[in-house]
């Protein structure tokens, strides 16, 4: 459950009440008039309404300028009639969190910010060290903290609600954290000793069928994660698709001139974007997430088969260029 909070003008508590009755809150209440002439409404809403209840309370308020929505968790609720842990159930076909609350939570994580930029440059090393010593563990590190992940699923529920600033944002997190990985690992692989006969290195420059559907696979939990509110299971995509590793890997062997490797571990690491994108983009459009008014949501619709297509076709070209480097080699 959560408390979707309503401060605006007192005009509107008429307006407010009647959404509440419409779709038969758990409850509702009112503050008193502030000073300002507005008031404070909250009504406890549940999973199955409450994305309803949010698009009705946005299409009433439009016009008011000093309106203000705010969603509030819920952990647990108690009435004198009913003393019972209320837990929320999942609702099936639909998200349990509203368009509202994944877009300020994915929408942090496509920020190009300092923190941003440390934590690539933290991560590339540790990824780089972790490649160069063969250590495993130290790699998953690496990609626990690479900040890389968020805004790939940015990007895919950016053009599912036509929001092009986000796309934008989304894309140039994208392109400078590997861009910066890189060029850290690059230096790296310049002062130190490189072997490029470890197993961990050489599995980072080589792109595979079975690694196009991991990387589906942990796309559409990602996705799938953010709209039910079980973040918990991000932990686990980062460490099941890796872009950390292969961008570093691209650096590693750029600084020793082994461009072969190099590709290898290029399309690798566009095989997993790909799949991320592309699986997170189909999550997105099952469970309905959809900008809120109908025309915005007519152009999102025909935008999002455009970008399947593009994404569907990218991962034939990539999947079509992995069997002729397997074939080739």
């Not at 509030?72 to 009435?79: A, D, G, K, N, R």
């Not at 540790?126 to 160069?132: E, M, P, Q, T, Y």
């Not at 997190?173 to 490029?196: C, E, K, Q, R, T």
């Not at 996705?223 to 590693?252: D, K, Y």
Request: proline share 3%; with cysteine; net charge neutral.
């Amino acid at each position: 459950m959560k408390i979707i909070e309503v401060i605006a003008d007192k005009q509107y508590y008429d307006t407010i009440n009647v959404i509440a009755e419409h779709h038969q809150v758990d409850d509702v209440w009112f503050g008193a008039e502030n000073e300002d002439g507005r008031i404070a409404a909250r009504l406890l809403v549940t999973p199955e309404n409450r994305q309803n209840i949010l698009d009705e309370l946005q299409e009433a308020l439009q016009s008011s300028t000093g309106a203000r929505i705010i969603i509030l968790p819920v952990e647990t609720t108690l009435s004198s009639d009913k003393t019972i842990e209320e837990k929320e159930k999942p609702v099936s076909g639909s998200s349990t969190i509203s368009r509202e609350e994944i877009f300020s939570r994915v929408e942090k994580g496509a920020q190009l910010n300092q923190n941003f930029f440390v934590l690539v440059i933290l991560s590339s090393i540790v990824a780089g060290i972790g490649l160069l010593e063969n250590n495993i563990a130290v790699i998953i590190g690496a990609m626990v903290i690479a900040p890389l992940l968020g805004p790939n699923i940015a990007f895919a529920l950016g053009s599912s609600l036509g929001e092009k600033k986000l796309m934008w944002q989304s894309l140039k997190a994208i392109a400078s954290g590997i861009i910066l990985a890189i060029l850290v690992a690059a230096i790296i692989g310049f002062i130190w000793p490189l072997d490029i006969e470890t197993q961990e290195v050489l599995i980072r420059t080589e792109a595979n069928y079975a690694g196009t559907a991991i990387a589906l696979a942990s796309g559409a939990a990602a996705a799938l994660s953010l709209v039910t509110g079980t973040s918990g299971v991000l932990v686990g995509v980062m460490v099941a698709v890796a872009l950390m590793p292969p961008a570093v890997t691209i650096g590693l062997m750029l600084s020793i001139g082994n461009l072969p490797l190099a590709l290898g571990a290029t399309l690798l690491l566009a095989v997993n974007i790909v799949c991320i994108n592309l699986s997170a983009k189909v999550v997105f459009l099952i469970k309905g997430i959809q900008p809120r008014t109908w025309l915005e949501a007519r152009k999102a619709k025909q935008s999002q088969k455009l970008y399947l297509l593009i994404w569907l076709m990218l991962l034939i070209l990539l999947v079509a260029a992995i069997y002729f480097r397997h074939k080739t080699l």
